[in-house]
T-cell receptor
Framework: EAGVAQSPRYKIIEKRQSVAFWCNPI?????LYWYQQILGQGPKLLIQ????????DSQLPKDRFSAERLKGVDSTLKIQPAKLEDSAVYLC????????????????FGSGTRLTVV | QKEVEQNSGPLSVPEGAIASLNCTYS??????FFWYRQYSGKSPELIMS????GDKEDGRFTAQLNKASQYVSLLIRDSQPSDSATYLC??????????????FGTGTRLTVIP
């Protein structure tokens, strides 16, 4: 089974610039998540998609972050304009969902994109 | 109160010893609990899941769940230097919207000393 693919692996940008990250989940996984992991902290959920619909974006800073999953497969996360505090690893994950039980096998994470804003 | 709390450590144990990692959670109706291992510079890797009260064993790993106390733990027997990593506790929480997602603790950094 192919894993969750993410690109790029690393990105360095100046503050106020824009950046986009790409994710391709495991085939057949309807649910896709974007997490932000700041150094020394646990991952924090930004947005959750079920197929191509947004299930939860309550923690997404919508003034600067946006995400889409147009065909229910690939997803992109964009930051515009970036701030210094956005420096983090952005993790994409996917899962099988079972109604009332949540993710049966947990989430499978991609390798992440390490963003440095200078 | 945070949804998931862990001792940040660091926790150091000698090779061959038992490492004990603990986690508490706030949502009484949570049903799914996970332990992830994260090596430095790598993404989290699922190592254990547990859904029912009691113990679940998988090789050198044992997950323990006590829903009444809202407590999850991970025991690593015969610890090896390769077990040195950050261990993340994750709890599935269902929101009022019906959305299920995982909340993570801050992780406990484990070092196994040869």
């Amino acid at each position: 089974e192919a894993g969750v693919a993410q690109s790029p692996r690393y990105k360095i940008i100046e503050k106020r610039q824009s950046v986009a990250f790409w994710c391709n989940p495991i085939s057949g996984h309807a649910t896709l998540y974007w997490y932000q992991q700041i150094l020394g902290q646990g991952p924090k959920l930004l947005i959750q998609f079920q197929n191509n619909g947004v299930v939860d974006d309550s923690q997404l800073p919508k003034d600067r972050f946006s995400a889409e999953r147009l065909k229910g497969v690939d997803s992109t996360l964009k930051i515009q304009p970036a701030k210094l505090e956005d420096s983090a690893v952005y993790l994409c994950a996917s899962s099988l969902e079972v109604q009332g039980r949540g993710p049966v096998r947990g989430y499978t994470f991609g390798s992440g994109t390490r963003l440095t804003v200078v | 109160q945070k949804e998931v709390e862990q001792n940040s450590g660091p926790l150091s144990v000698p090779e061959g010893a038992i490492a004990s990692l603990n986690c508490t959670y706030s949502d009484r109706v949570s049903q799914s609990f996970f332990w992830y291992r994260q090596y430095s510079g790598k993404s989290p890797e699922l190592i254990m899941s547990i859904y029912s009260n009691g113990d679940k064993e998988d090789g050198r790993f044992t997950a323990q769940l006590n829903k009444a106390s809202q407590y999850v733990s991970l025991l690593i027997r015969d610890s090896q230097p390769s077990d040195s990593a950050t261990y993340l506790c994750a709890v599935n929480i269902e929101k009022r919207t019906g959305a299920n997602n995982l909340f993570f603790g801050t992780g406990t950094r484990l070092t196994v000393i040869p």
